[in-house]
């Protein structure tokens, strides 16, 4: 026996995924580009510390915007799980596991930039580094950050992959929103694959970057305007033969 009704948390979990890729844009886009690419200079280790000791408050404003990215994502992560539950509890759960992971490395990330905080502070331990080999440290610590990051978007690109099959192939919403989510997941993993096979990959970024940036950007806004105007649709559910005879009328 199949019970037809609207399920309004679907909807309240759409709402609470597409404020949450709203918070999530604008503080990626202030700790990312306002902060850390505009302070480090990835030749320049001088005056990548130069910057970052200047603007010591900014760089901690940058952490904890990242901080708030990861328990966001987390909330995310389980309200898509409930917007796509329908379409299959499996596959929905392996997409919300797939951008848990991504969290998680983004956490394990920020550790670094804490360690640059420390190798740029007035530390007494830090006594025993000359100016250059700080630098030097704190040059390795952004680039730590950096390559956990992408491992971590590895992750996040196969949850884009996993969402997009699942609008394709169920209908939930628009099929070009289901293809460009899978283009801009496999634009993710194309990039951390060439991070990790090419020696020279420093000399291509701005390529890559391109790459990963207008899908990403084109799809995610996509998906957050989806999910802000979301509207349930009539959801299927069976009872089992005890509920069934629960309602049944006597004979």
Same mark, same amino acid.
């Given at each position: ?13 759409? %709402? ?10 604008? *503080?990626?886009?202030? +700790?990312?580009? @306002? ?6 200079? =990835?030749?320049?280790?001088? +005056?990548?510390?130069?910057? &970052? ?5 900014? !760089?901690?404003?940058?952490? /904890?915007?990242?901080? #708030?990215? @990861?328990?966001?994502?987390? /909330?995310?992560?389980?309200? &898509?799980?409930? #917007? ?13 596991? $797939? ?5 998680? $490395?983004?956490?394990? +990330? ?5 360690? !640059? ?5 007035? %530390? ?6 000359? %100016? ?5 440290? !704190?040059?390795?610590?952004?680039? =730590? ?7 971590? &978007? @590895? ?12 609008? #394709? ?5 628009? %099929?070009? &929103?289901? /293809? ?27 390529? @890559?970057?391109?790459?990963?940036? !207008?899908?990403? /950007?084109? +799809?995610? *806004? ?19 033969? *005890? ?9």
């Amino acid at each position: 026996m199949l019970h037809h009704f609207p399920d309004p948390s679907q909807a309240r979990a759409a %709402r609470i995924a597409g404020i949450g890729y709203v918070t999530l844009f604008a *503080l990626a886009i202030f +700790a990312n580009f @306002f902060v850390r690419v505009r302070l480090v200079d =990835a030749d320049d280790a001088a +005056a990548t510390f130069a910057n &970052l000791v200047a603007d010591e408050m900014l !760089v901690r404003l940058a952490v /904890v915007a990242f901080l #708030v990215v @990861f328990v966001i994502d987390v /909330v995310v992560a389980w309200a &898509l799980h409930h #917007v796509f539950r329908p379409v299959g509890d499996g596959i929905s759960g392996l997409a919300a596991w $797939f951008r848990i992971v991504y969290t998680v $490395f983004l956490g394990v +990330a920020v550790l670094f930039l804490f360690a !640059v905080l420390q190798l740029t502070g007035d %530390r007494p331990h830090l006594a025993a580094l000359d %100016r250059s080999q700080r630098e030097a440290h !704190v040059m390795l610590a952004l680039d =730590a950050f950096n390559a956990t990051w992408l491992i971590g &978007l @590895f992750a996040f690109g196969v949850h884009l992959i996993v969402v997009g099959a699942m609008i #394709v192939r169920s209908g939930i919403a628009a %099929r070009w &929103l289901g /293809v460009i989510l899978g283009v801009a997941g496999a634009a993710y993993v194309f990039d951390t694959a060439a991070y990790s096979l090419l020696a020279n990959y420093a000399d291509h970024e701005v390529v @890559f970057t391109s790459i990963v940036a !207008v899908p990403s /950007v084109v +799809a995610e *806004l996509a998906i957050t305007i989806w999910l802000l105007r979301f509207r349930p649709s009539v959801a299927h559910r069976t009872s089992t033969p *005890l509920q069934v005879a629960a309602v049944a009328p006597a004979s």
